[in-house]
């Protein structure tokens, strides 16, 4: 596969970034919390718009939890 | 659990102002003898100011409290005379490694590059840090150390405080110009004045405890999240002197805390961690971690320092280290202050200043304690996804926090510092903390942190016409002065042939020129001690 997406770490302070998602769910009920990410995978993939990288980003996201740490 | 056994013990002598007719004046007192109040009244006394340093104990005692000193801090210990002990003692680390389930997701080293006097961290237990900061002072004559005196009543005036003193043998009063509160987390000074300490108060709870055994881990920070051992929970193992483990295990929410510091609950679950049961509980504790911090650090003539002015979780080492680097910060100004050199409005720029390094390290300490301990199953998932995608991604392995260890505060938004009046590329900026740098004096290797004087430090390359002021002190680079061998000197100041940076007395930038003129180091000076000189 070539690598168009990138996984390199792209956010100057990605402690931020990540905060800035949690706190968007604060508050919210567990439903109201999927469809936030819901539409969030939408904005997000639009944004990236290109049907390449959107499919190495949703191989990379469904292998994630199951690929073996690599050694 | 057992009271706190003794380390080392110390003992109560009266003092003159018990018989006192009227209070005794005094500059500074600092209630308090924790590595803050200490290290404070080693740097006034080393300024010349007399401190009168009160606390309630007579004893340094045991206890699950501050291991890691960082980097900044060791360089403070070594302005202050007492790093060399605290070096051969403790134990020097810079990697850390974080695992999930039984496997190792990442590992990271604080310290990539070389050239640094010292290490990123020692683990050292706070008793022996105190006992090394006591032994230093007990060689200053300036400092009165009085143990078994607690402050019982603080009366605040606009230009001085008024205190009463608790000791074996009854009160007595006693007035200051400045009183300087380092009298910890649940500070009596603070609730003397009836200051609020607002901000979160973590739900989930966190076991630590403190095991002798002996073992062949590496001197590595371990982090563990959902380890088989603590299973949905983190843990986090670091190395102490003496064979001395530290282990922080999180429990749940609704844990009993009672219930999980007994012995028979403890010892197999830490069992389970290290493989055996082959060690010793030193020190079990249940915590909830707090993050709170005065709104103001400076009331009238009280200033309050360390976890008395603002309270971090431990996760990132940035208690017992920023509560030195509040003395670093004070200890020169107060100096200045009492000496008449400066106005008492300097100060100010303390609150100011340590007020950004609080917010800074209680936002890193929150995030890391929220991505530990998820509030919500939404922010669950977020979590554990972070971690699914860690050891696959970079990106995610960045957000993946088990603690961003302590940094000093580079003051962004000070008051004191100079604006470049040039553009710089690279460099130390003003209010940055500067980077150590190895030289070589006469050939021989020595280290920047050697070089810089007790006040200001002027470093150039060239040779300077003026006479400076007697509170400068002129470090000059390049062959046949000290010279930058490994060239990691000019990488890390980037500082042209004509130019110059003035460094503060606490180790942090006040400005920097592309060409040295008088006039810029009087303005410069002037503004960093506000009105001092020039």
Known sequence: ?71 | MPPRKTIFQYAYARSRDQDAATPANHPVVISGAGPVGLSLAIDLAQRGIKVVLLDDADRIGEGSRAICFAKKTLEVFARLGCAEPMLDKGVRWSVGRVFRGDGELYSFDLLPEAGHRMPAFINLQQYYVEKHLVDRLEALPLIDLRWRNRVSAIVRYADHTALTVETPDGPYDLATDWLVACDGARSPARAMLGLPFEGEVFEDQFLIADVRMTAAFPTERWFWFDPPFHAGQSALLHKQPDDIWRIDLQLSRDANAEHEQRPEIVTPRIARMLGHSDFDLEWVSIYRFQCRRLARFVHDRVVFAGDAAHQVSPFGARGANSGVQDAQNLGWKLALVLKGEAPAELIATYDHERSEAADDNILNSTRATDFLAPHTSAERLLRDSALDLAPHAAFAQRMVNSGRLSMPTAYAHSPLSTPDGEAWEGGVPPGAPVPDAPLLRDGEPTFLSDALGPDFTLLTWCTLAAKLPPSVTHVRLGAGHLADGDGLFSARFALPPQGAVLIRPDGHVAARAVAFNEAWLHAALARASRGSHG
Not at chain 1, 39 to 52: E, K, P, T, W, Y
């Open chain 1, 1 to 71: 596969m070539d690598d168009a997406l990138v996984t390199d770490s792209r956010f100057a302070d990605p402690d931020a970034a990540y905060r800035l998602i949690v706190e968007a769910h604060r508050g919210l009920s567990e439903a109201e919390s999927h469809a936030l990410n819901a539409r969030l995978v939408l904005i997000l993939a639009n944004h990236v718009g290109d049907m390449v990288v959107l499919e190495q980003a949703l191989r990379l996201a469904k292998a994630g939890p199951t690929l073996p740490i690599p050694a």
